[in-house]
Nanobody, 124 residues
Framework: QVQLVESGGGLVQAGGSLRLSCAASGRTFSSYAMGWFRQAPGKEREAVAAISWSGGNTYYADSVKARFTISRDNAKKRVYLQMNSLKPEDTAVYYC?????????????????WGQGTQVTVSS
């Protein structure tokens, strides 16, 4: 089990950028695949990006491809989400999550550890 804390959310104008960070505690962070999810008001939580335990494999939702980049630093026990060219439809609470499966998975049921979320608001 890992504990996760997100940071970096905020208010940004359309076209701007934000970098989310997720800090993990626990000795086995490097053995977990990590994911970023988001949930907008009235909508289901959806996968945004995922990365395997080594960082060698990544996944992106079609809606964020070429705009968002997921990365991780196992030495620092951190995972990042660089978000560029933000759109109002990217507005949501963003969650970091950890999966013991190691592969870059997007199935919510594969993730057993979740952060508290960080709000991202993109104004038009």
């Amino acid at each position: 089990q890992v504990q996760l804390v997100e940071s970096g959310g905020g208010l940004v104008q359309a076209g701007g950028s934000l970098r989310l960070s997720c800090a993990a505690s626990g000795r086995t962070f490097s053995s977990y695949a990590m994911g970023w999810f988001r949930q907008a008001p009235g909508k289901e939580r959806e996968a945004v990006a995922a990365i395997s335990w080594s960082g060698g494999n990544t996944y992106y939702a079609d809606s964020v491809k070429a705009r968002f980049t997921i990365s991780r630093d196992n030495a620092k026990k951190r995972v990042y989400l660089q978000m560029n060219s933000l759109k109002p439809e990217d507005t949501a609470v963003y969650y970091c999550a950890a999966s013991p499966l190691r592969i870059a998975t997007t199935d919510l049921s594969d993730f057993g550890s979740w952060g508290q979320g960080t709000q991202v608001t993109v104004s038009s």
